[in-house]
């Protein structure tokens, strides 16, 4: 018997409760506002109730309602300072934390699939969860050899949840969208929705977790810990202690922000290039700061649930599609738009309208170095959402190929967590190692000639 809340009248009735429950509080604003208290403050109060009761409904269903709340945690800073205030603290405490599952259910989801003497397989474990997330909960243990390791059990009954979660979700789309300026929140919800059958299969991730692993073994700069054991519902991985990157965005150092910055800027980069995979879940719980003593910090990565394959690594048209951007190649970066189809055919438009509406968003990749802050940010979102902006009449009229739909959350999730860190990057140096296309070939060509 599973502990989720997954019959669907169940789940739909708590996530019907938030647009009930926003319209409810309209009118209790209206009510505070016509005894005569300010507009500001009601909004402020509105705001945090709103929050509160979003994110408690999200967390106690797990399953899609919480991966949903995961997704849109790192946009926090595209939101106001006067709407993000109260959302913070709710979505930090999202990105780590949901109510565990029992014990006995853990132990009988080990005793099917691992055996009926899995105990033995650990020196200890933990009954008490490290940590709990959207499919699955993480217990600290002892492998036999000695090693700690992190044991992933997956809740029974997630899939059907996560299903039932965003199908439910993409019903109130519409009311959810305001939560993130100029960010359409259904192809969101379509999108995790694709990707609920990779998540689930515990043997992807494992795969995926050991490429990258083997990949970066004796890396300087980056960490993942290695497989050690996996049957279906059940993932063992090498234990990784550090810092979360959400602990570092609360209280971390400037130093420490800026090289998580740097760090997490190139494995989003040199990921794909390295192993031909894309880590498509770039939240902060997904990420630790570890001590080094030759660097000073070494970034960790959790969670492979969900990775873009891209065998070739990124796509060569991003790097010389963002190279001629900087370079003022108006009619070319039409071109290769229209080429790649995020122009459609049907669609015809000012190739210099277009540079313009393109410049401010690769400012990071045009700087030696770039400090990202929440403010930058909320400017983007507000120019893109602005209905009388010449930046939403334009954006509206682009298209995003499905090919191209993960890569782009991907790509924009980071730069969401970069902003909330508030670190300084060096994104440029990162581009022209890792991303092809953004060099000249000639460049690349003498680069390989001197090295």
């Known amino acids: 018997m599973s502990d989720l809340p997954r019959k669907a009248v169940t789940r739909t009735a708590k996530l019907a409760a938030l647009p009930l429950g926003i319209a409810g509080r309209a009118t209790w604003g209206l009510g505070k506002r016509i005894v005569g208290e300010s507009a500001e403050l009601v909004g402020r109060e509105l705001q945090q109730r709103t929050a509160e009761q979003l994110f408690k409904v999200l967390g106690e269903l797990k399953g899609g309602a919480m991966k949903f709340g995961q997704a849109l945690s790192v946009f926090e ?11 913070r603290a709710a979505l930090t405490k ?19 699939r691992v055996g009926k003497d899995w105990r033995e397989l650990f020196l200890e474990f933990e009954e008490k969860p490290a940590a709990a997330a959207s499919i699955g909960q993480v217990h600290r243990a002892v492998w036999h050899d000695g090693r700690p390791v992190a044991v992933k059990v997956q809740y029974p009954g997630a899939g059907e949840a996560l299903l039932s979660d965003l199908g439910q979700l993409s019903r109130f789309a519409r009311l959810l969208g305001p939560l993130i300026p100029g960010m359409d929140i259904k192809p969101l919800i379509a999108e995790l929705r694709d990707r609920v059958s990779e998540e689930l299969d515990y ?17 300087p700069d980056v960490v993942v810990p290695a497989v050690v054991h996996q049957c279906e519902q059940v993932l063992v991985t090498e234990w990784m202690e550090g810092t979360p990157l959400s602990e570092v965005i609360t209280d971390g150092t400037q130093e420490q922000r800026d090289r998580a910055g740097q760090l997490l800027t190139r494995f989003l980069f040199s990921g794909p290039a390295r ?22 910090w070494r970034l960790g990565v959790l969670d492979f649930g969900t990775v873009d394959r891209l065998p070739g690594g990124l796509p060569t048209h991003i790097g010389e599609s963002l190279r001629l951007t900087i370079e003022g190649e108006a009619e070319a970066v039409y071109e290769m738009l229209r080429t790649e189809g995020f122009v459609k055919e049907s669609i015809d438009l000012d190739p210099d309208a277009v540079l313009d509406y393109l410049l401010p968003i690769i400012e990071p990749a045009r700087a030696d170095e770039f400090a ?22 334009l954006g509206k009229q682009l298209n995003l190929p499905p090919s191209y739909l993960l890569i782009h959350r991907v790509t924009l999730s980071t730069i969401g967590v970069l902003c909330q860190l508030g670190a300084t990057v060096r994104m440029r140096d990162e581009l022209e190692e890792w991303l092809p296309g953004f060099l000249y070939e000639e460049e690349e060509d003498e680069s390989v000639a001197e090295a």
């Open 372 to 393: 990202f802050a929440r403010g930058w940010m909320r400017s983007q979102a507000a120019r893109i959402a602005d209905p009388r902006s010449p930046a939403h009449q």
């Open 275 to 296: 192993t031909g995979l894309l880590h498509a879940d770039p939240h902060p719980g997904n990420f630790r700061l570890l001590p080094d003593e030759k660097s000073g």
């Open 94 to 112: 999202l990105q780590d934390a949901a109510p565990p599952m029992p014990t006995r259910t853990v132990h009988s989801v080990l005793e099917e």
């Open 77 to 87: 800073s595209a939101l106001p300072e006067e709407v993000a205030g109260p959302y």
């Open 203 to 219: 043997g992807l991730e494992a795969q995926a977790q050991q490429a990258h692993a083997e990949e970066f073994a004796g890396d």
